[in-house]
């Protein structure tokens, strides 16, 4: 499908997409960059890439498709980089979490002949980086992409029949929508997750160690979800802002209903909500959308690569 495809940041994404794309033959060359001399030199030595180079400047040159797997932060700056090395009629694009923020950060840096599509696979893992990816990844999952209307419709179609290639199913919708619609689906969850963890650790100083001790499925659930790259997150949050705080104000109030109910004792109210959820859950299962990607992952012996703060880099 492509002669070049150059993979500028390659960490859980950018691998999966690696092992993906050499697991059905979709490109016969795929070059990258990446941020840490670390990370390149697993990123060849895992074979996830051909060629590596010490910037991105250089990594797109001649690349017919060219994939930022970054922080959504850093899209803006790698584009304004990049802009003056990409190859006319190559098609840019991005898997970012948010998408209103990341097309205006790169969008103005875009020249003219090049096709920009940006898009976001609906798949992941609480793992990060090069050792992380795996080729089943998106399989089965979605991935969204966000293409301006006046994006050459040709382009558009080429990277959706990749992404199709890559095991996901394609939808193409605005990046506003696409932003409230992760913001309720992806983002709050997340964030209820870090905040839940973070409760339950403070209160674990009183209760002397048994809040991890006792831990049940329910807890253990959220601290899978909590381990995520403080670095994506933190991206995430400070770009989806608009949305994150509509969904919070609706959440809070919701919220705020159970609170009323437990104090007045009512039962009803509460057991007509949790049946609610009961049936959304299941309604999920029956329409076949609950796939076990995290399994995958664990299954393939990844495991968390370093933060950011860990690895000592600095943002
Ligand atoms: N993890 C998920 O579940 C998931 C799912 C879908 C989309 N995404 C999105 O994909 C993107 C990449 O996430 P990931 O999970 O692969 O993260 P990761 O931490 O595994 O990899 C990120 C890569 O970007 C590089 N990088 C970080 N800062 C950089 C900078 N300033 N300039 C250049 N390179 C930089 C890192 O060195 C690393 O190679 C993010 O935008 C994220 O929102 C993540
Ligand atoms: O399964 C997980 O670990 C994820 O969090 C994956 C998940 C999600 O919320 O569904 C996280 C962020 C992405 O942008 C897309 C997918």
Redesign the pocket.
């Known amino acids: 499908m492509f002669e070049r495809v150059a993979l500028i940041g390659i960490g859980l994404i950018g691998s999966s997409i690696s092992h993906a794309t050499r697991r059905k033959g979709l490109a016969k060359e795929i070059v990258g960059s990446a941020r840490t001399k670390s990370t390149l030199d697993t990123a060849l030595k895992l074979g996830l890439i051909g060629k590596g180079y010490a910037s991105a400047a250089e990594a797109v040159q001649g690349a017919d498709l060219v994939i930022l797997s970054v922080p959504v932060g850093a899209c803006g700056p790698l584009a304004a980089e990049i802009a003056p090395h990409l190859k006319a009629g190559a098609i840019l694009t991005d898997v970012?979490?948010v998408k209103a923020a990341v097309v205006r950060d790169m969008a103005p840096h875009v020249p003219k002949g090049v096709h920009f599509v940006p898009g976001?696979?609906?798949?992941?893992?609480?793992q990060s980086g090069p050792e992380a990816g795996f080729a089943e990844l998106f399989d089965g999952r979605w991935t969204i992409l966000t293409p301006e209307p006046q994006t050459d419709a040709a382009a558009v179609e080429k990277l959706k029949d990749y992404w199709t290639a890559l095991g996901s199913k394609v939808e193409i919708m605005s990046p506003q929508h696409h932003d409230m619609v992760?913001g309720i689906?992806?983002?709050l969850?997340?964030l209820i997750a870090f905040n839940i963890v973070n409760t339950a650790e403070h209160l674990e100083r009183v209760t002397d160690k048994e809040v991890i001790k006792f831990s049940a499925g329910g807890f253990r659930d959220f601290t899978?979800?909590a381990a995520?790259d403080p670095t994506?997150w933190r991206d995430?949050f400070l770009n989806n802002k608009e949305a994150v705080m509509e969904m919070l104000r609706r959440f809070s109030d919701d919220l705020a209903e159970l609170k009323r109910a437990i104090e007045a004792d009512d039962g009803d109210t509460l057991f007509r909500r949790f049946a609610d959820a009961r049936a959304i859950r299941r309604g999920i299962i029956a329409a076949g959308q609950d796939t076990p990607?995290?399994d995958f992952g664990r299954a393939h012996g990844a495991s968390p690569g370093p933060t950011d703060e860990e690895s000592g880099k600095s943002k």
């Not at 976001?120 to 609480?126: L, S, V």
């Open positions: 970012g979490s976001h696979p609906i798949a992941g893992t609480e992760l689906t992806s983002h969850p997340h899978r979800i995520s994506m995430v990607a995290p």
